[in-house]
């Protein structure tokens, strides 16, 4: 247990080895870990809870670690070291409990890097407990710490609340001493980024080389390794199967199995971005065109978690948040929804009260696309340049502070200020970067594949059944009328409910124009939430609020797509 961001998971992984997130901001563990270790020859269950200031929880989070603290036989306290005072206020509320303890004195190197010097031994005696000086990054003290852990005992200190902060002060002043030293480069610039001119100016020139970053290493990625595989290896081999299954030969249609595994011939050739079967389009989407984005995101994302800028980042937008009815550090949930819905949905448990939990989801579903989807949406929009992509982003942008204003006003509740702890800039540990990669790059597989299977099974089974068809006709008012689009749009929005960029890809056989093309990215990106976001999502709101969100979804979708329909048919588009 500890205060966020003290190095909690990275004591945990040197512990027990086991592959755990490890950021440089507040709150990366929303819920518990668990792995093993051996202690004096014995295995030993090892929990990492999530970052907590107090055993009085005011989040999600915090309940999380306050709830599992009766289940441990004895908490390995990890303190920072170079922020003494403000994490014994933990420290002493633990020893109250009366829990067996060890206190891990992490961040050691940083500390005296500070000029701050500790005397380890007069804490231990102030405290009663064994206190072991650690660096997790380096491994420096971890088999000190794996030693003395069968002397974890209660501690000696025990007082009232009241008191706390008197005996904080007083242990503070006797076991610790600060050196003057002139401030380093890493301190200048940790004071330029929060500066409030300064500050966002290096925030647009960050956020702008990061999607270059991530635009570059994608298309690099797509045009140099993933497109020259498919069509060069898996491409021959689907036309061997797709003349086997018939194509070729002469008359009539090519069958169920055909199209479910192959799809429909497109000039009488296969085509990876619109013949939609299980083995073109189905393995096409997420790995070729989908996945090098997706690689490319979790990386810089990554080194801004690990060099400590995302919590900068928060204090610069908590002014703007405020307006929206959240607080600045709502930017990593929305941040992280870039990357995928889900885990941005799930990092809602960082924020404090209902009204920001339902704020920050309801704008993160609708106006926050996920790089699968964007990287869909520039295939379809690419060729139009600017014209394509400022109306749907410039669009979702627009929805995103109109909307947000709105339910700041309508929403019940309240929205409290930012309180964390701004870590030092340091550099990513790249073992611990790299093993993060891994794990988000196999959950995204493991997840998105299966949609994306499961989404082309059901479009070929729904054209084939005929439902595809009743469907476009019912909703043929809505989707012509109001949208300007065709019926068979109608397809894109039930395959959204799955997947959100496989139904941006469906547009691709439509032959669409740039207003249409534009309308229909719009809609189905404020649209309902794929399955698996739709999940996280009531799971973290309840049936009642997931309810009221739904509703918010669908009205401001063909709403905004309404509007923009006719504005830029107003404009000759």
């Not at 500050?199 to 999607?211: C, D, E, I």
């Not at 090519?254 to 189905?282: K, N, P, Q, R, Y």
């Not at 810089?300 to 948040?321: A, F, K, S, W």
């Not at 082309?456 to 729904?462: A, F, K, T």
Request: hydrophobic fraction near 50%.
């Amino acid at each position: 247990m500890g205060n966020p961001n003290v190095g909690k998971s990275a004591v945990f992984s040197r512990l027990t080895g086991a592959h755990v997130i490890v950021s440089n901001y507040p709150g990366t563990t929303v819920s518990f870990t668990e792995g093993t270790m051996n202690v004096d020859g014995r295995p030993c269950r090892v929990i990492d809870v999530p970052g907590t200031y107090t055993l009085e929880p005011l989040s999600r989070a915090e309940e999380v670690a306050v709830e599992m603290l009766p289940r441990g036989d004895v908490v390995v306290n990890v303190v920072d070291a170079t922020n003494l005072e403000r994490n014994l206020n933990l420290t002493l509320q633990l020893l109250s409990r009366r829990v067996p303890m060890v206190v891990a004195l992490n961040m050691w190197d940083e500390a005296q890097e500070h000029g701050i010097k500790i005397n380890v031994a007069a804490l231990e005696e102030a405290l009663g407990v064994p206190v072991v000086p650690t660096c997790a990054i380096s491994g420096e003290g971890m088999r000190e710490l794996t030693q003395r852990l069968p002397a974890a005992r209660p501690g000696t200190l025990h007082c009232e609340d009241g008191e706390r902060w008197q005996a904080i002060g007083r242990i503070v002043e006797r076991v610790q001493e600060v050196e003057h030293r002139h401030p380093t480069l890493g301190q200048h610039l940790s004071h330029a980024t929060v500066h409030p001119i300064i500050g966002p100016a290096f925030a647009l020139v960050v956020l702008a080389a990061s999607f270059e970053v991530v635009r570059f290493i994608g298309e690099g990625v797509i045009g140099y390794a993933a497109q020259p595989l498919f069509q060069r290896l898996w491409l021959p081999l689907m036309q061997k199967l797709s003349v086997a299954l018939g194509a070729g030969a002469a008359g009539g249609a090519l069958g169920l199995l055909h199209d479910v595994l192959i799809g429909h011939l497109m000039d009488g050739g296969i085509s990876f971005g619109a013949s939609f079967g299980i083995l073109t389009t189905g393995l096409y989407i997420p790995l070729a065109a989908v996945l090098p984005y997706v690689f490319a995101f979790y990386l810089v994302l990554g080194i801004l978690e690990d060099t400590g800028y995302l919590p900068r980042l928060g204090v610069l937008v908590d002014n703007v948040m405020h307006r929206l009815g959240l607080h600045g550090l709502s930017v990593v949930p929305m941040l992280l929804g870039l990357g995928c819905t889900v885990p941005g949905i799930l990092a809602l448990r960082l924020l404090e009260t209902r009204k920001e939990r339902f704020i920050a989801a309801t704008l993160t579903a609708i106006c926050i696309p996920c790089v699968a989807q964007i990287a869909v949406i520039a295939g379809l929009l690419g060729q139009y340049g600017a014209a394509g992509f400022v109306p749907v982003f410039g669009t979702l942008f627009l929805l995103w502070v109109g909307l947000g204003t709105l339910m700041k006003r309508l929403v019940k509740g309240t929205t409290p200020e930012i309180l964390l702890d701004i870590p030092p800039y340091r550099m990513p540990y790249w073992p611990a970067l790299g093993r993060k990669l891994w794990m988000r790059m196999v959950e995204f597989l493991r997840e998105g594949e299966l949609y994306v299977m499961v989404g082309v099974l059901i479009v070929n089974l729904l054209y084939s059944l005929g439902v595809i068809a009743v469907a476009a006709k019912l909703s043929a008012p809505v989707m012509t009328r109001l949208l300007g689009l065709p019926a068979e749009a109608v397809g894109a929005l039930i395959i959204g409910l799955l997947r959100k960029d496989l139904a941006v890809g469906m547009l691709a056989p439509l032959g669409l124009g740039l207003r249409q093309l534009v309308v229909a990215s719009v809609v189905l990106a404020a649209y309902f939430p794929c399955i698996a976001a739709f999940l996280m999502l009531l799971r973290e709101l309840g049936p009642r609020d997931m309810l009221k969100a739904t509703a918010i979804m669908l009205v401001v979708s063909f709403l905004s797509g309404g509007l923009l329909n006719v504005l830029m048919m107003g404009l000759g588009l």
